[in-house]
């Protein structure tokens, strides 16, 4: 059985480790580890991970980490509650940064579309995640509201 819950203090060196374990950069998680949602075993260890940054009401989507554990089902379930919690949060609209085409049906699913860089708030585009994902090659950005 997998739990799911927000990091505390005590999972910041945990998580750093599970973020790097898939090349994920873990710049700002000593600071905003209240942000990242985990999906942990039965045994304490992470099987999946995100996180999300405030501007103002938007939100960046960052670190959306999974083990080859986690099945189709407990993605669905995890990503959901997540979107639920940061719309309690008081995020209205959700950005996220791909560079995996193959992704692009998924967030589809979850009623994100593809927007241009232009179009996205400055806060959103000062994050430090944003300008870094950025410079990807075939970086998408993507958007939802979350209400």
């Known amino acids: ?20 374990q898939a090349e994920v950069n873990g710049t700002k998680v000593d600071r905003i580890y209240p942000q990242f949602m985990l999906l942990e075993d039965e045994n304490g260890v992470i099987q ?4 999300y940054e405030k501007a103002g009401s938007d939100g960046l989507l960052r670190s959306l980490v999974l ?12 990503f959901q509650a997540f979107l ?5 949060q008081g995020v209205e609209k959700l950005y996220l ?3 995996k085409k193959g992704s692009l049906p998924l967030f589809h699913t979850f009623g994100f579309t593809i927007v241009e ?3 996205v708030p400055e806060g959103i585009q000062d994050l430090e995640h944003f300008q ?4 990807q090659q075939e970086a998408f950005v993507l958007f939802s509201c979350t209400g």
């Open 97 to 99: 940064i791909t560079n």
């Open 132 to 135: 870094t994902s950025m410079k």
């Open 67 to 78: 083990s080859p554990a986690v099945d189709k089902v407990q993605f669905l379930r995890f």
């Open 117 to 119: 860089k232009d179009n």
């Open 84 to 88: 639920i919690y940061i719309q309690q």
């Open 1 to 20: 059985m997998s739990a799911m819950r927000f990091a505390t203090e005590q999972d910041v060196d945990k998580l750093i480790r599970f973020l790097g």
């Open 48 to 51: 999946a991970t995100i996180g």
